[in-house]
């Protein structure tokens, strides 16, 4: 049974920093992209990151650029999402997809999903 563990959620300060990491399990995604999307209450899921499956391109949400960065570590068994100068309207439930691919500079999602982690940023 595939499973998308996530960790690295809390409570932070505005203009404070996170780091999201995501392990998948029950097989591997070596050769695909993986993402971060993020829901925020009473608001749909959005897209806010993406990484190819070898690492070297990435996408991102404009609401997020150049404040989050999104890595894959070289075994590809790992994706994270640093977070720096943190905002209130980051605050969401910050979930991890695998099996995407990128083209055209978009993140086209599959149907792998985390069990989600959620990030809270304070005024």
């Known amino acids: 049974q595939v499973r998308l563990v996530e960790s690295g959620g809390g409570s932070v300060h505005a203009g404070g920093s996170l780091i999201l990491s995501c392990t998948p399990f029950?097989?591997?995604?070596?050769?695909?992209?993986m993402g971060w999307f993020r829901q925020a209450p009473w608001k749909g899921r959005e897209f806010v990151a993406g990484?190819?499956?070898?690492?070297?391109?990435?996408v991102y949400a404009d609401s997020v650029k150049g404040r989050f960065t999104i890595s894959r570590n070289t075994t590809k068994t790992t994706i994270y999402l640093g977070m720096n100068s943190l905002k209130p309207e980051d605050t969401a439930v910050y979930y991890c997809?695998?099996?995407?691919?990128?083209?055209?500079?978009?993140?086209?999602?599959?149907?792998?999903w985390g069990q989600g982690t959620q990030v809270t940023v304070s005024s």
């Open positions: 997809n695998a099996g995407g691919h990128l083209a055209g500079g978009t993140y086209h999602s599959y149907d792998y």
């Open positions: 029950g097989r591997t995604f070596g050769s695909e992209a």
């Open positions: 990484v190819s499956w070898s690492g070297g391109t990435t």
